[in-house]
């Protein structure tokens, strides 16, 4: 596999697969952050050093779940390549700043990245589509075995893994669920599950991570706590707490079916209409209203739409992947054009 495959292919397999609860879970993903013994972290290693961390990580390569990967150094590729890896949710937005000594490394499916010299040496990731955390848990582990084979990893007895971010300090662990949460919002609960949430453990953020923003009703759910659990009580205790916000929004799609429907049913429409028609449209007004489409769908009310659309739009409707579409650098007016065209043809593949 070459960058060319990864950039030239839209999307990845989970954004293409299904899994359990995929009406409201559209994946799982789990970090796990890992530094090598002896070398200061990236925030105040020398170049030397950030050298170092690249040249040991690309010689551990390859590992056995991780053939066919590609290692690419970001200072070698172009600006917009990078954002298309951020869009993919492949690296994250900080790691295509300052790319000086970082690379990622991408395995052919795309289920597994590798961030090196982000926040920590390596950032490991796994994802899945649905609720599949343990999964997705599983295959990091096996990656982060792979590494630990070749590469010495800077821990401590007392404290288990040491990362940049003390609170990381332990598993080192980051598990998250990206959910759809369309009814909890319109029935105005977000903020009391937040709250909820955050007496877990947990924490909500955006669909890329800390400091982003919730678009199209979409949020990641993820633990705080490293140390002192283990892996898999992070995970299970994460899915628990996902299952319950889960059976939390499928309720309020019932109650708003049964006291609005024909409220509701205007607006999925009203929304697939302008979706179907429109000449000009934002990111964020794209996804607000693909979000409600992609409810008419899991309840039953829009049958012509496969329910990946939201998966798909959700990568391909933002500014690099519209650039590299188009071959071209796009002013903002000029996105908001060709994603609406975009978008007007998506919505007549009626093949589901």
């Not at 950032?123 to 990091?140: D, M, N, T, V």
């Not at 070749?150 to 598990?175: D, I, Q, Y």
């Not at 982003?212 to 892996?231: A, F, K, R, W």
């Not at 059976?247 to 509701?264: F, G, N, V, Y």
Request: aromatic share 4%; with cysteine.
């Amino acid at each position: 596999m070459s960058l060319k495959d990864i950039i030239g292919r839209a999307l990845s397999n989970w954004m293409k697969g299904t899994g359990p609860e995929f009406d409201i879970a559209l994946s799982s993903r789990v970090r796990l952050a890992r530094n090598l013994e002896h070398l200061p972290f990236p925030a105040v290693a020398d170049e030397s050093q950030l050298k170092q961390v690249l040249t040991s990580t690309q010689k551990a390569l390859p590992i056995e779940c991780m053939k066919n990967a590609e290692f690419i150094r970001l200072s070698e590729i172009s600006p917009l390549e990078r954002q298309l890896l951020v869009e993919k949710h492949l690296i994250s937005p900080q790691h295509a700043q300052n790319v000086k000594h970082k690379a990622a490394i991408v395995r052919e499916d795309e289920a597994v990245s590798v961030m090196v010299n982000e926040e920590d040496h390596l950032r490991i990731q796994a994802i899945f589509p649905g609720l599949q955390p343990l999964e997705a848990w599983s295959l990091a582990g096996k990656v982060d075995d792979g590494f630990a084979e070749k590469l010495e990893f800077a821990g401590s007895e007392r404290l288990g893994f040491l990362t940049a971010c003390p609170t990381n300090v332990g598993t080192g662990m980051r598990a998250s669920i990206m959910l759809h949460l369309p009814a909890l919002s319109m029935t105005e609960q977000m903020k009391r599950v937040v709250g909820v949430v955050g007496q877990f453990g947990l924490t909500v953020r955006g669909i890329y991570g800390e400091g982003t923003d919730i678009l199209g009703n979409i949020y990641q759910m993820s633990n705080q706590v490293t140390l002192g659990q283990s892996e898999v009580e992070i995970v299970e205790h994460l899915t628990r707490v996902a299952k319950q916000i889960i059976d939390q929004e499928r309720a309020a799609r019932e109650h708003i079916l049964q006291q609005s429907r024909i409220r509701l049913t205007d607006r999925i429409f009203r929304s697939y209409g302008t979706l179907a028609y429109a000449r000009s449209i934002s990111t964020q007004e794209a996804m607000q209203l693909i979000s409600d489409v992609r409810l008419g769908i899991d309840m039953g009310l829009v049958t012509d739409l496969e329910p990946r659309i939201l998966q798909e739009l959700l990568v391909i409707i933002r500014p690099a992947h519209l650039q590299k579409l188009m071959g071209r650098e796009l002013n903002v007016e000029e996105r908001d054009e060709h994603r609406a065209m975009l978008i007007r043809e998506r919505m007549k593949q009626t093949d589901k």
